[in-house]
């Protein structure tokens, strides 16, 4: 584009004296003139025409760039602008969402999401498939409506407890709960430990459990040393104590002696009864039991095995009972004894001891079942 530049300055020769050369307008000057003119109407832009502009830079300060979705888009060789209110596909475009906003319906998302749909905050959705990897907090709420066939509703209620409502209506916790808890449906099985100790009323014994604690055993003692041997902690439930001999013998003649205590300790008086031993099945020597349910192996170089069972009679007095039969592995005798005992307070302890107190063990095994 070339810009016209005047050639002649015709306002000055106004100026000029008359008969000056110089005040002659020349025909060559005003040819010269027009053909600047006529070169410069040529090669510049003109509001009204079809020309295409060259290097050149628009000011969008100062100007207006006007013209259609479509003119842009002829302009623009290589591809198509977005507007505002048109239908464009936008491709490998990103979008800086803490300066810009995305905004429309559900629908609107979940058509734009090609694959599967969103999960709105209010909205009823199913969700398949996921692992949440912390934990979910549940707003208490009331029982809620009856969910639809083949549905089960999980929600918290006031109580801090977890609940399940079928398609039935029917409401049961979902929670452990303690068994002090009053909760229709829900127990606390107890543990084989609770069941030997047996001193809930709330707990509720499995199967297993109950046939592990019905017999509970003692630790077994080497009866090979020492006077007495002492087995204690007995529950207040037990009913039944049964003292078990594999192999004893003892460095005397004194016999054996089973007594019976309480939290005040070993009673050794006010027993009941007698001990004997039988040669042949004839009896050979009777002792009566006043100090303990008394074993008659008073000779020498005995050694017997067997049981005595001790059986609560009456709990309000602490009354027991107590009958053993044992046998000589040494000397073709038996041994027998029975008798009863009552106690100032609840059995809690036993002794195995000698017959004076004097004589030590020195073989044999000894153990306990109570139940």
Known sequence: MTSYVKTTDFLVKDSLLSGDP????KGSEIDAEFNALQTADTTNVKVDDVQTITNKTFNLTSNTLTGTTAQFNTALSDGDFATQAGTETLTNKTFNLTSNTLSGTVAQ???????????????TETLSNKTFSNAVKLAEIATPATPATGFVSVYAKADGLLYALDDAGVERVATPVAASTTVSGIVELATEAEVVTGTSTTLVPSVDSFRKANLVSGTAVASTSGTAIDYTGFPSWVKRITVMFSALSTSGTSGTRIQLGDSGGIETTGYS?????????ANSA?????????????VANSVISGSIEINLVDAATNTWVGAGRFGDNVNVYAYVTGGSKSLSATLDRIRITTGNGV??????????IYE
């Open 359 to 368: 004589d030590t063990f020195d073989a044999g095994l000894v153990n306990v």
């Open 273 to 281: 009864g007698s001990g004997g031993v039988f040669v042949n099945l």
């Open 286 to 298: 009777v002792s009566i039991n006043s100090t303990g349910f008394f074993i008659n192996n008073n």
């Open 109 to 123: 998302f979940n058509t734009a999401l090609s694959d599967d749909n969103f999960v709105t905050l209010t909205g």
């Open 22 to 25: 110089a005040k002659i307008v």
